[in-house]
């Protein structure tokens, strides 16, 4: 299973669009890259998946590189209840540290 | 609303008791999870079972076990219990554990432990 490496804060000005890094460059080919976020304390919720593509959906775009090594996903326009940790994982079953990100009004 | 169900969402107890957390996973979902995150932690996976059988070991202490259930629901079981493991438990569960949208995890809204 693919380690991955994230950020571990970002700040966004509201409206604008957040771009969260991921890396996982030891990702095997048929390991899918999924996105999950955790507001305060509550359970975390599942953002978007993909697999080599790009995806797109009603909360999220993900950007994957043609290599694979890498991901970001991207909230459009930002607001402040987007204010969470972001955590990208791969089939690992840990879900590392993940990334604080702090929308500034 | 995940679909998941976590009970109790609140628990108290005393340093050297033993509790049971139970989880009922989505309509569907063959595959329950736990996880533990301690204060200001990420997630630390602890135990996974599929369709009543246990798939995968995370670092689960020997002093807690888990089990599902033939109505795969599931219940974490925490025994001696110590002030370390006073944190937060979330169950998720997924359609199955292989890989793409069925690996997709949906959790409950956890179980706060606190051990006093």
């Known amino acids: 299973d693919a380690k991955t490496t994230q950020p571990t804060s970002m700040d966004c000005a509201e409206g604008r669009a957040a771009n969260l890094p991921c890396n996982h460059s030891t990702i095997s080919g048929n390991e899918y890259v999924y996105w999950y976020r955790q507001i305060h304390s509550q359970g975390p919720q599942y953002i978007i998946h993909g697999l080599k593509n790009n995806e797109t959906n009603e909360m999220a775009s993900l950007i994957i590189t043609e290599d694979r090594k890498s991901s970001t996903l991207i909230l459009p326009h930002a607001t402040l209840r987007d204010t969470a940790v972001y955590y990208c994982r791969t089939m690992k079953l840990t879900f590392g540290t993940g990334t604080r990100l702090t929308i500034i009004p | 609303d995940s679909g998941v169900t976590q009970t109790p969402k609140h628990l108290i107890t005393a340093t050297g008791q033993r509790v049971t957390l139970r989880c009922s996973p989505r309509?569907?979902?063959?595959?329950v999870y736990w996880y533990q995150q301690s204060l200001d932690q990420g997630l630390q996976f602890l135990i996974q079972?599929?369709?009543?059988?246990?798939?995968a070991k995370g670092n689960i202490l020997e002093r807690f076990s888990a089990q599902q259930f033939p109505d795969l629901h599931s219940e974490l079981n925490l025994s001696s219990l110590e002030l370390g493991d006073s944190a937060l438990y979330f169950c998720?569960?997924?359609?199955?554990?292989?890989?793409?949208?069925?690996?997709?995890?949906?959790f409950g809204a956890g179980t706060r432990l606190s051990v006093l």
């Open positions: 309509s569907g979902d063959l595959s």
């Open positions: 079972y599929y369709n009543g059988e246990e798939r």
């Open positions: 998720a569960s997924s359609v199955d554990p292989v890989t793409g949208a069925k690996n997709i995890q949906y």
